[in-house]
């Protein structure tokens, strides 16, 4: 597989692209954030947003529990399979914040085959950061 770099970036400079992506995620998985909630959160540093150079976006939320955890809170690619196309670099930026663990949340059925090495309860999913 090859490795998709992800980079900070200013979420209002990419509103549509977040709108395009916030759409069909919603669509499949009943998600009711919207548009400007993701914003606001991540311009007051409650969540983070990195683009890929392919036109996805992955928006994080560091949380500060023990161990500390990063929820991967949107992560959206034209080609679908977003977590698991950029769960390296997922990793990578988490481990840059000591975080230990990786958690989503999703009621599609379809992550427990593509993420098969994550632990699953119910629609929460998590995984330790080495």
Not at 32 to 40: F, G, H, I
Not at 54 to 75: D, H, Y
Request: one cysteine or more.
């Amino acid at each position: 597989m090859v490795k998709i770099l992800l980079f900070t970036a200013n979420i209002v400079q990419h509103l549509d692209i977040v709108s395009l992506g916030l759409k069909k995620i919603q669509h499949k998985t009943n998600d009711d954030r919207s548009l400007e909630y993701v914003v606001n959160a991540c311009q007051t540093g409650k969540a983070f947003f990195f683009m890929s150079a392919g036109g996805g976006f992955v928006v994080l939320e560091p949380k500060a529990t023990t161990p500390i955890s990063v929820n991967v809170w949107l992560a959206f690619s034209e080609e679908g399979d977003a977590i698991q196309q950029y769960e390296s670099e997922i990793v990578r930026l988490a481990s840059e914040i000591d975080a230990e663990r990786l958690t989503f949340q999703s009621p599609r059925k379809g992550y427990q085959r593509a993420l098969a090495h994550w632990q699953r309860d119910g629609i929460n999913y998590h995984r330790s950061v080495p």
